[in-house]
């Protein structure tokens, strides 16, 4: 079946534009993780889904950062205002249950490049 | 906080032959598990070897072992016959803390001479 997709796969902004990622999870994964991946990093976790409610945005670096799963699948990951330090590959992951040592599945990424 | 530490930025490695990369962790979590994903060029990040952390035995998965040292809160992947498709980032992950996501280090790129 498919994996996890990603739109854009790259995206320039000019600092101060917003930005609109998007997330398409395995059907029917119960839960979806973002994580941004600076240069040279592991991913750092920004946000958890199970379903629909957003459990858990303790990585969230700011108020500009906001992300929605209206429905319990699509996701997207949103950017206001954005700032030279976001560029990083967004890392989109979705498991098959809420069950913390499940596998991740991991989409592309984003490359966001903010000039 | 969670923190996971790879001290070997790069590490190379005659093809066929045997590879351990070095991971330690920090957590005070009594459960949790931890993961080693692969990062191949311009690929999707892929699991490949899993631990729950209450099992004293080591997981493999075919050339794929771990060396999992809870007192020491050390978790390295041995790869043996190593293939020119193994070359990758590999990063070291760690779950069960506050946050539902995974905890990474800053991975060890591993480099294939043929």
């Known amino acids: 079946g498919a994996g996890v997709s990603q739109s854009p796969r790259y995206k320039v902004a000019k600092r101060g534009q917003d930005v609109a990622l998007r997330c398409d999870p395995i059907?029917?994964?119960?839960?979806l993780f973002w994580y941004q991946q600076a240069l040279g990093q592991g991913p750092e976790f920004l946000t958890y889904f199970q379903n629909e409610a957003q459990l858990d945005k303790s990585g969230l670096p700011s108020d500009r950062f906001f992300a929605e799963r209206p429905e319990g699948s699509v996701s997207t990951l949103k950017i206001q205002r954005t700032q030279q330090e976001d560029s990083a590959v967004y890392l989109c992951?979705?498991?098959?249950?809420?069950?913390?040592?499940?596998?991740?599945?991991f989409g592309p990424g984003t490359r966001l490049t903010v000039t | 906080a969670q923190t996971v530490t790879q001290s070997q930025p790069e590490m190379s490695v005659q093809e066929a032959e045997t590879v351990t990369l070095s991971c330690t962790y920090d957590t005070s979590e009594s459960d949790y598990y931890l993961f080693w994903y692969k990062q191949p060029p311009s690929r999707q990040m892929i699991l490949v070897i899993r631990?729950?952390?209450?099992?004293?035995q080591n997981a493999t998965e075919n050339r794929f072992s771990v060396n999992f040292q809870k007192a020491a809160k050390s978790f390295s992947l041995k790869i043996s016959d190593s293939q020119l498709g193994d070359a990758a980032m590999y990063f070291c992950?760690?779950?069960?803390?506050?946050?539902?996501?995974?905890?990474f280090g800053k991975g060890t790129h591993l480099i294939i001479q043929p």
């Open positions: 992950g760690i779950s069960g803390g506050g946050a539902d996501g995974l905890t």
């Open positions: 992951a979705s498991s098959s249950t809420q069950l913390r040592g499940d596998e991740q599945y």
């Open positions: 631990q729950e952390a209450y099992k004293q």
């Open positions: 059907s029917g994964h119960v839960s």
